[in-house]
Structures are given as C-alpha cells and as structure tokens.
C-alpha cells in the first residue's frame, strides 16, 4: 500500500504524517524533515530526523545563492541525503509489513540520485509506504505521483483533520488488502481517492475497515441473479444487509443507514461499505474467469 500526501506548504502533511507513524502498529522506518531556525527565530535551513531522534542537516541558508540553490536562499548537502536518508528508507524494504514514511520528497532531496534511485526500488517493492511530496508538478516528480500503484491525496483545511484515522485503517487492516488481487488493490485505492476528494469521511474509513474485511473474509453471497439485476447478502458486524445491483445501469441501492441517511447518518448519505465491498468481490470473480 502507498500513499502520497500534497499540499501547498503549512497545510499540515507533515503533521498528518507523524500522527499517523505513531499510531502505527508496527515497526516504521523513514525520515521526517524539520526546519532549523537561528536564535532570533530566522529559518537557517532543514534537518532529517530518524525514529531514533537521530538527526542529519541537508539544507543550509547562503547569502551567495546559485542556480542549484533551493528557494534562492538554501543550498543541500547531496551528501547528508545520501549518507542519513536513504539508509534509513532502505532498512524498511525487507520488511513488507513495516511502514516507510519519508517527509518529503522535495527539490532538495531530488537533487540526490541515489535518493530518487531508492524510492525506485521502494515503490517497486512490495512495501507499504506514506509519504509526502512537493506539491507543484516536477518532472520528476511524475512518475512517483502517477505510479499505477500509489494513491495520490491532495489535503485541504477540510479534509486533514479527517485524514489521519482514515490512514490509520488503511495501514492498520494492510495484510488484508495486500490477500486481495492487484485489480482489487487498485480499486481500493481509487475508492480512497473518490472518497476523500467527495469528501465522504466515513466511507473513506470503511472501504478498509468494512468493505475489504467483507471481501477477504468472504461474507458476501449472490442469492438472487437475473438479467436485469443481482442481490447479494452481505453479512455485517452487527447484522446482515441486502444490496441490489441495477445491472444495465450499473448502480447500487443498499438497506444500510449510511446510504440511505438514516439514523447516525441523517443528511449524511455516502457510498456504503457493502456497495465497495460488492465492486471488490466482482472484481476478484472477473479475475478468475480470466
């Protein structure tokens, strides 16, 4: 699982980001970036910080700027990148239950090849990452942001208060959605990205704490088949729900609350667990059939 966090600066990625590394529950590896100020508070450059409170300083304040200069005011040490940073990513590729968080994957660190190189062989990998990265269309920041394999989350003063749970779940139930095919993974993926882009809070939190569990778990049967619709059983935590699929329109209606408004969810309706999870479980029956 990879998720990519993106933001105009000060809207809170990195905050998001550590609130989630310490939820996590297993072992993380990674980086987060820390501005370094001077006695009277002025920015003098960035620090990577390792889960260890170790710390490594890349980007230094000059009043001789370059063309390479960051900002037109900070200089990076490539060095510090190579010799701090990606050793530190590095030790979480072996492990694919762990979490690589890397904050950021920026300008600075991209002037580092082997630093580009890692996240290469990282989101090849079957690694689960979160990171954060520049918000502005790079060049090379393209091929991480439209990675077939990476959900790219844009935060806004709407969603980032939200955020944190949501990729708790994810991380948290990830051994269930690495069981699924890569069809299936994707779908998931692009479910989080319609949910959080709607704005649709609680679906987005249960795509990974309902909708996937149903699937792996197989708590869904087809009980009625005909030309014009399916129904399916979904067998729920707290009780059963019926889902009726409009077979030429391709649409849903599901008995649940949180599709219909009801109860908790008055005014509130999103797309249900029970709606993603049937997307899923068809999606893994197209992929046997092949």
């Known amino acids: 699982m990879k998720i990519l966090l993106t933001a105009p600066p000060g809207m809170g990625k990195s905050t998001i980001l550590e609130k989630v590394v310490r939820g996590f529950d297993g072992k993380h590896y990674g980086i987060v970036a820390r501005e370094v100020l001077d006695e009277s508070g002025k920015r003098i450059g960035f620090t990577s910080i390792n889960p ?48 690589i968080f890397v904050d950021e994957i920026g300008r600075a660190q991209a002037k580092s090849p082997l630093f580009l190189q890692t996240l290469r062989q990282i989101f090849a990998a079957k690694c689960n990452v979160l990171g954060s990265i520049v918000y502005e269309d790079e060049p090379w920041s393209l091929e991480f942001k439209r990675d077939a394999n990476v959900c790219l989350l844009e935060v806004n003063r709407r969603n980032r208060d939200f955020l944190p749970g949501i990729l708790l779940a994810a991380f948290c139930n990830r051994s269930l959605f690495e069981m699924m ?21 609680n679906a987005a939190q249960k795509i990974f704490r309902n909708a996937i569990p149903y699937v792996v778990e197989k708590r869904i049967e087809l009980v009625e088949e005909g030309a014009e619709s399916r129904v399916y059983h979904i067998v729920g935590r707290t009780s059963g729900h019926r889902l009726e699929c409009d077979v030429e329109a391709g649409e849903f209606r599901c008995d649940c609350d949180l599709s219909n408004g009801r109860g908790s969810y008055a005014g509130k309706a999103e797309i249900c667990s029970h709606q993603m999870a049937v997307r899923l479980y068809e999606l893994g029956l197209a992929a046997r059939l092949v």
């Open 181 to 201: 095919n890569i069809e299936q993974q994707q779908q998931s993926m692009r479910f989080l990205h319609e949910r959080i882009q709607n704005e649709e809070f």
């Open 52 to 99: 260890s409170g170790q710390s490594q300083q890349f980007m230094f304040y000059t009043e001789s700027p370059s063309a390479e200069s960051i900002g037109g005011q900070f200089d990076v040490d490539i060095k510090a990148i190579d010799d701090f940073v990606v050793p530190e990513l590095k030790k979480g590729m072996t492990d694919s239950s762990a979490l």
